[in-house]
């Protein structure tokens, strides 16, 4: 049987004639040969029917067929590492990952290393280390020949090459709380990112990653160059590592991706086909409980449609330094506990419609704007119980373009994620409280302090709710949520958000600006949305997310021209 269905693979992969169709086959023949009952055949008779004894039969032979076991879930690309599907364990916490060794800054999913979350694979492809395979042996997936490279006879010099294809796709019943007017609107788009990773020694690699999307659908909207990008380069840097004053450290110069800062404050830009990414330098220092990082980035300018023609966009800068510190491991209800403390400083510089505040009549108020956000962090587990809590306070200054008129900002920002694990339960049960709250300004007053929080850069996708249509701006969120893990690679969580704007005195905020009704809302509460995600790891290197919403809009909300909506998603993702 096993033969057989090895020599039907074969004949699928001529009949489709796509390379791409056979590698997908061939990494899922472990799991076809895994499933193939081996066939009995008939044991001889023991008397022929002569009466002459038969020739004793020999002993049938059994074939065992050992596929590799398939890594534990990781939520890719979700960052936040209170309630993840499994609670890792480990001498750093960790189950599984290819992540640099920074100590016990890898525990969780590894973020506190300041990298990004690291699983099977990492968010940042750069963040993985795969020099373990320059031993051979270690070698237990057919793609780990193009993960290490040895390019001399010391293998000092190795190629590590990543990629990542996404196919996305989305409905929406009434998009954007009904304003979009796109009813029914389906859209679909695909993505390739792929890189190479070349490291010259221990002290000094250089990484690079190409991207090309597209996307299509009907009644569909909001298609621009972040959607739809010819071949351009996503990421293009040098960085160079050594050992200075006890610590591991690094600087990082070059076009790159940076998840440094807390995933709900800021992240990739995922919800579309090409994350956001930087052009500047970084640099770090671990030592075995603390660690400092500083950047001074500006935005790549990806808005041009011709073939490798991103520049760089001195409009939008992002700069700032974190510090972590990891407390002593302790004990608590019986099971071990272990934290990490951030206090960070990330600077904003927007000009524009970037950096535009909505004025009277709904108007948007064009300007350069400034925002200086000081925060702290601290997340971990105590035993049965993990949480994640963060506060900012959001200063700087906007100037209108026409007059530089100067006011000054005072905003905040109160992040939580409380929950409980159930003990030694086989489904890895969590359930747990997330809060979040973005203060608020008054979008009549032309003077005075603006107390509206921006959050330009978003928040990871799915943070504050599936459907996206909230941002952290003006706006309060209480949202339930239990999570499942029933085989190991198959995890559910459903969510139930509610919304409530901050002030009444100014608009419900997009990702983009802000929302425009047809008559004025005068409400306080937004609406719910419950929602549910579907994530399934079939193999090592594809997965399935699905997600389901309901966004239940308020009466004061309709009467103003909103809208509620059904919104689902669905990803699959071929990565190594």
């Known amino acids: 049987m096993v033969g057989f269905q090895a020599s039907a693979v ?73 309630g993840q599907p499994i609670r890792t364990t480990g001498a750093q916490g960790r189950t599984s990952g290819r992540q640099y060794d920074w100590g016990v800054f890898n525990r969780g999913n590894g973020e506190a290393a300041g990298f990004g979350p690291v699983g099977q694979y990492g968010v940042a492809p750069w963040a993985e280390d795969w020099s373990r395979l320059r031993d051979k042996s270690k070698r237990t997936d057919p793609l780990d020949v193009l993960k290490f490279i040895a390019l001399n006879e010391n293998k000092t010099i190795w190629l590590s090459f990543s990629g990542e294809t996404r196919l996305r796709n989305w409905f929406e019943s ?173 600077g904003y510089k927007l000009s524009g419609s970037g950096g535009a505040i909505a004025g009277p009549n709904n108007t948007s108020n064009n300007g350069s704007n400034t925002r200086n956000n000081f925060g702290v962090r601290w997340h971990g587990l105590a035993g049965p119980f993990e949480f994640s809590l963060g506060g900012i306070w959001q200063g700087g200054v906007f100037r209108y373009a026409k007059t530089d008129q100067a006011r000054n900002v005072s905003g905040y920002a109160i992040n939580t994620l409380v929950g409980y694990r159930i003990p030694k ?24 302090t603006i107390g509206t929080y921006i959050s330009p850069f978003n928040p990871q996708t799915n943070y504050l709710d599936t459907t996206t249509y909230m941002t952290g701006s003006n706006l309060i969120s209480v949202a339930p949520l239990i999570r499942a893990t029933f085989f190991k690679s198959v995890s559910l969580q459903v969510k139930y958000p509610l919304f409530w704007r901050y002030s009444t005195q100014d608009p419900i905020y997009r990702s983009s600006g802000f929302y425009k009704f047809a008559h004025d809302f005068d409400g306080k509460f937004i609406g719910m949305a419950p929602q549910a995600s579907l994530a399934w790891q079939i193999t090592q290197h594809l997965s399935w997310t699905q997600y389901v919403s309901r966004f239940m809009t308020s009466n004061a909300l309709n009467k103003a021209g909103g809208s509620s909506a059904t919104y689902y998603q669905s990803n699959f993702v071929f990565r190594f």
Not at 57 to 74: D, F, G, M, S, Y
Not at 273 to 284: A, E, T
Not at 428 to 435: A, R, S
Request: charged share 15%.
């Open 174 to 346: 009434r998009p954007n709380l009904g304003t979009q007017h796109n009813n029914d609107s389906g859209r679909f788009g695909v993505r390739n990112l792929y890189g190479a990773d070349l490291h010259l020694g221990e002290h000094v690699r250089f990484f690079g990653q190409l991207i090309n999307a597209d996307a299509g659908g009907w009644n569909y909207y909001g298609y621009g160059s972040t959607f739809r990008k010819r071949l351009d380069v996503q990421q293009a840097f040098v960085e160079t590592r050594w050992n200075m004053l006890g610590a591991k450290s690094g600087f990082m110069f070059g076009r790159q991706q940076f998840v440094g800062a807390p995933s709900y404050m800021l992240y990739s830009r995922e919800t579309p086909n090409v994350p956001l990414s930087w052009n500047g330098f970084r640099g770090y220092m671990v030592w075995p409980r603390f660690r400092i990082d500083g950047w001074d980035f500006v935005q790549t300018n990806d808005s041009y449609t011709k073939m490798f023609h991103d520049t760089e966009n001195y409009n939008t800068r992002l700069y700032g330094f974190n510090m972590t510190w990891a407390p002593p491991d302790g004990h608590f209800m019986g099971d071990r506990s272990y934290s990490f403390l951030d206090a960070f400083y990330v």
């Open 425 to 448: 339960d086989r489904f890895h049960t969590f359930m747990g409280v997330q809060t979040d709250v973005y203060s608020g300004g008054n979008k009549d007053k032309k003077n005075g």
């Open 10 to 82: 074969s004949r699928f992969c001529v009949l489709a004639s796509s390379s791409a169709a056979c590698l997908a086959v061939a990494l899922l023949r472990p799991a076809i040969a895994q499933t193939a009952a081996p066939v009995a055949q008939p044991a001889p008779s023991a008397v022929a029917t002569t009466g002459t004894p038969a020739t004793p039969a020999k002993a049938r032979e059994t074939i065992t067929v050992h596929a590799p076991p398939l890594p534990n879930i990781v939520l890719y690309p979700h960052a936040t590492p209170t």
